[in-house]
Nanobody, 122 residues
Framework: QVQLVESGGGLVQAGGSLRLSCAASGRTFSRYAMGWFRQAPGKEREFVSAISSGTYYADSVKGRFTISRDNAKNTVYLQMNSLKPEDTAIYYC??????????????????WGQGTQVTVSS
């Protein structure tokens, strides 16, 4: 079992930055692929970024967001720069023991955090 707890969300003006953190329980954190997804009101959950053997980004955030992990701290981060109002959503982190090429598919992740709200004002 892996428990995930996100933090770092909040209200920011367009053009600003936030850093989300996702703290994971368990001693095998380094073996898990980690992903960030987001869900805006009335929309489906969508892929944002993932880190496993490499790093992956949705086109909408490429060049603005950076995913990283600190295995010693069992934590994955999402640095979000140049935020836009359309980035407003609840952001979730997720973990999978094996993701392969399906890093963008939420169904491939076994564990989810409770989410953290990100609101970008115009």
């Amino acid at each position: 079992q892996v428990q995930l707890v996100e933090s770092g969300g909040g209200l920011v003006q367009a053009g600003g930055s936030l850093r989300l953190s996702c703290a994971a329980s368990g001693r095998t954190f380094s073996r898990y692929a980690m992903g960030w997804f987001r869900q805006a009101p009335g929309k489906e959950r969508e892929f944002v970024s993932a880190i496993s053997s490499g790093t992956y980004y949705a086109d909408s955030v490429k060049g603005r967001f950076t995913i990283s992990r600190d295995n010693a701290k069992n934590t994955v981060y999402l640095q979000m720069n140049s935020l836009k109002p359309e980035d407003t959503a609840i952001y979730y982190c997720a973990a999978s023991p094996y993701i392969g090429a399906n890093y963008y598919n939420p169904r491939r992740y076994d564990y989810w955090g409770q989410g953290t709200q990100v609101t970008v004002s115009s």
